[in-house]
């Protein structure tokens, strides 16, 4: 029987909800079942992913719900009294590291779209006394944030859920100051993976992750009016044997280890013209 293709705002709301649920559960839950009981992809690790934010300056354990797939706070050459922005910030995790670097002078914005994620990020950031760091909530496809705010984007782990990219990135254009950047974390497809292969490698990597071909990736960044697109960071993440093992004889799986396709992790950084 044909499946019918979700759409966009199906989409969204999958992963509202199953963001939602997250948000109640702690980091070492997720690291174990990913997106909670409820999601039947018992082998998804996002351990496969996980950068170590933890000995970073203004990192906090409670903001850490271990849904990163890099560090691009730590790449985006943040200056005191800049105003940041994170797209999809979760419970927080990329904006108080931040906030380390912009100081009592700056300004730091998380943007979700998950109500429950707002409201455990604002708590996380009342305990901690920072006046300067709030939360908004929002879709990354249509910001409420006016244009040419930012100095500097960051986004951990997101964009990849989010069904319309082009939209994604015209919209962190817009809200980005000329002469400003960003660094993202993204999870993203090199080479040409097997359809039925790529699907279940996409529920290892991530539950709903609607990763794009590298390459489209970053055609869609330059559309939008970028430049200086560079990847600051780029990382396989190791598909089990098991997996590879339902589509592929050994000989195979040799070969694909020994290639460059695969799903990678990259942090990519580009510049508003000023
Ligand atoms: C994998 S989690 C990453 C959270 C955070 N960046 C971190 O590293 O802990 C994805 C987050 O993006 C949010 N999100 C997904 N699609 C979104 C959209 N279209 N607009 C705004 N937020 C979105 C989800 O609600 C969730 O909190």
Known sequence: MKTRTKTSDELKQT?????????????????????????????????????????MEGYNAD???????????EYAHISEGDTVVD???????DCFVAR??????????GLDMTEKM?????????????????FVLGDIEDMPLEDDLADVVVSNCVLNLVPDKDLAFAETHRIIKPGGHFSISDVVIRGELPS???????????CVSGAIDIDTYLDIIAEAG???????????IQLPDEILASYMDEKEIESFRNSETGIYSITVYAEKPA
């Open 226 to 236: 970028f430049i200086n697109i560079k990847i600051q960071k780029s990382k396989p």
């Open 100 to 109: 380390q670097e912009t100081g009592e002078s700056g300004r730091v914005i």
């Open 196 to 206: 039925a292969l790529k699907e279940d490698a996409e529920m290892y990597a991530g």
């Open 118 to 134: 707002i409201a455990k990020a604002q708590k996380n950031a009342a305990k901690i006394g920072f006046e300067n760091v709030e």
């Open 63 to 73: 903001a850490d719900l271990g849904l990163g797939c890099g560090l691009p706070t």
């Open 15 to 55: 992963v509202k909800e199953k963001y939602a649920e997250i948000s109640e559960q702690s980091r070492d839950k997720n690291a174990t079942s990913c997106c909670g009981s409820s999601c039947g992809c018992d082998t998804v690790d996002y351990s496969v992913f996980a950068d170590d934010y933890s000995k």
């Open 87 to 93: 797209l999809g910030s979760g419970a927080g995790n």
